[in-house]
């Protein structure tokens, strides 16, 4: 049977820049690149990064505990395109990560589309209209304020829901009380009785800075066993010529790295492959696990020497990255001075002056650390709610599922940077971002230019990408019996659920070409190819573009002559669609 449907042109340029309103909620590292890639790149486009911090840097802003530093290599921990020389140390404290995140965005007109101080407190699908209605709170003021969007973008990362310990009478506790992600800089520690709760990154960097305060007598309550690395990059120090045991970056090499790309270029490549080669150390047995475990327990055994029972009760039977591996210049050292007690044996509530632990032992505390991480494997603390009423967070029970970790079925025009299985154990976390980030605004653009109204991954290919993780992780230390935020159900469960699936270099090039087989869209037109428009290009109309753009030697790819097959360019990395 025919259709009744009259067909017309679309009096619109094939390029098709219609308007989108495109929402971010977060401006750490994810969000400040899209404020970046997005305005770059795309054009027509109604762009509001929300942030209920006071500034700008996600994590980085929140985080200013005593010690807090990059836990990897810092040349390896910023964007490609604007590497910084004048890290101060290798692993560069909070402070400076903070001012550089916040200087990129200023230096790339970032705070255009930010606002601060504003706190999104649901998201939810409206089909009838298909648009995105957010309700957000200006955290100053108590303002509420109603907005829309066509596109909604979650890059509040992984390390933003504080943990706090769920141990009876924590509420009665008088004395002062702070988290390693909400740290009170006035309070002062001298003279104090401090217990610290935890043993993961956030306490290996504290301990060492406050076991060094005047009259500080510390009590560090670790209940979970892990390897204490020997800094992450050893191996690229000693390549450069660099001691391990002192990872400030002199003045002179700093200045060297300004004056000479070259050589900071060099410096670079050489943390980016090491990063990029140790995968192989993440599977169950393999010789390079094997040898990681050896070193780390000499290690810690030399350094543990003075209290050996503290070896016995700190060393794990997991294999090396099972939990996140940090550096711990100083942590090892720090247990075994005489102002340090070890404690291993297990709280059972905490009292108005201290903590009683289960042997009857009580322990009189005037400030208590909480190092305690994040909520990592739960939902964004924001409701988001997708099609036909259902939410993220009862679409994450029992644990998440997502589409190449960018997408969920459900949730149309719904994205997530650093969300689940987004983080990496080895290699530049930031390569990745900046990857999610460039499939997101390709994404957007799909929907601009081809007149669709949303997609969305199917269920189909997310219950797939679902089924590989599980494969995939089964040869991995990962799924050894430890605690990790890796992990689901509070970092006990059986799926892997804050990993990518496989290395860096892997996920950059999963996300390379977008699989739109692998979305369902909704079409703006009854004619799909209406997007083809009236004939014209807007490269052609008034100020849109260059009608001669394919004559530019910047935009022309040439041929090698004779061997076109021994361009580096692809001899470096193999062509993509």
């Known amino acids: 049977m025919g259709s009744n449907y009259l067909f017309t042109l679309k009096d619109e340029p094939i390029e098709n820049l219609r308007p989108l309103k495109v929402r971010v ?8 690149y899209l404020g970046i890639r997005i305005p770059q790149r795309l054009r027509n486009v109604d762009l509001q990064i929300y942030e209920k911090n006071e500034g700008v840097g996600g994590a980085w802003w929140e985080n200013r505990y005593p010690g807090c530093a990059c836990d990897i290599p810092a040349h390896s921990y910023q964007y490609s395109f604007d590497p910084n020389p004048h890290w101060s140390n290798f692993y560069a404290p909070s402070k400076e990560i903070r001012e550089y995140l916040g200087g990129i965005a200023e230096k790339y007109g970032v705070n255009r589309y930010v606002k601060l101080s504003h706190k999104v407190t649901s998201c939810i699908w ?19 304020i109603h907005d829309d969007a066509d596109v909604l973008v979650s890059a509040r990362g992984n390390l933003n829901d504080k943990a706090w310990p769920k141990i009876p009478g924590f509420e009665t506790f008088k004395g002062e009380v702070m988290h390693s992600a909400q740290w009170n800089e006035e309070y002062d520690f001298k003279n104090k009785q401090v217990g610290v709760i935890g043993g993961g990154s956030s306490s290996i960097q504290i301990v060492p800075k406050l076991q060094k305060i005047e009259g500080v007598k510390m009590s560090v309550f670790v209940r979970s066993r892990t390897w204490i690395a020997s800094p992450f990059g050893d191996a ?9 045991n002192n990872t400030a970056m002199s003045e002179e090499l700093r200045k060297e790295f300004v004056d000479n790309p070259k050589r900071f270029h060099e410096f670079r490549k050489i943390i980016e492959v090491d990063g990029n080669t140790v995968h192989g150390g993440s599977f169950k047995g393999s010789p390079m696990q094997l040898e990681a475990q050896a070193f780390y327990r000499s290690v810690m055994q030399e350094k543990l020497a003075k209290k050996p029972e503290i070896m016995e009760a700190l060393v794990p039977s997991f294999g090396v990255g099972c939990r996140r591996l940090t550096p711990g210049p100083g942590y090892l050292e720090a247990l075994v001075e005489d102002n340090v007690d070890f404690v291993r044996d297990k709280i059972e509530a905490i009292t108005p002056s201290g903590i009683t632990l289960e042997n009857g032992r009580k322990v009189d505390i005037d400030v208590l650390v909480c190092a305690t991480g994040f909520n990592v494997s739960s939902p964004p603390p924001f409701y988001v709610e997708g099609k036909n009423g259902v939410s993220l967070q009862q679409k994450f029970l029992p644990y998440a599922e997502t589409y190449l970790a960018v997408g969920v079925d459900g949730f149309p025009n719904f994205f997530m940077m650093f969300g689940p299985n987004s983080a990496i154990g080895s290699g530049s976390l930031t390569m990745m971002i900046e990857s999610e980030g460039d499939y997101i605004t390709k994404c957007i653009r799909k929907l601009q230019k081809e007149d669709y109204v949303t997609m969305m991954p199917k269920p ?11 494969e995939y992780f089964k040869k991995t230390v990962y799924l050894d ?11 006990k469960g059986d799926r892997i659920i804050g990993l990518w699936p496989g290395s860096t ?3 950059i090039e999963a996300l390379r070409a977008p699989r739109w087989e692998d979305y369902d869209f909704e079409s703006r037109a009854e004619n799909r190819l209406r997007w083809l428009g009236n004939g014209w290009s807007v490269t052609q109309i008034g100020e849109g573009g260059d009608p001669a753009w394919y004559l530019e030697p910047s935009l022309m790819n040439v041929p090698m002559k004779g061997k076109p097959e021994e361009d580096e360019e692809f001899k470096r990395r193999p062509f993509s669609h």
């Open 505 to 507: 270099l892997h996920c």
């Open 236 to 244: 690229s120090m000693l390549k450069l010529g660099l001691e391990p």
């Open 460 to 470: 189909e290919r997310v219950k797939d990408f679902s089924d590989y993780c599980v």
């Open 126 to 144: 409206d089909d009838a209209v298909k648009k995105w209605k957010l309700v957000v709170e200006n955290v100053k003021t108590g303002e509420i």
């Open 481 to 491: 019996q430890c605690t990790s935020w890796y992990r689901s159900e509070g970092g």
């Open 25 to 32: 909620v977060g401006a750490g590292y994810s969000g400040i």
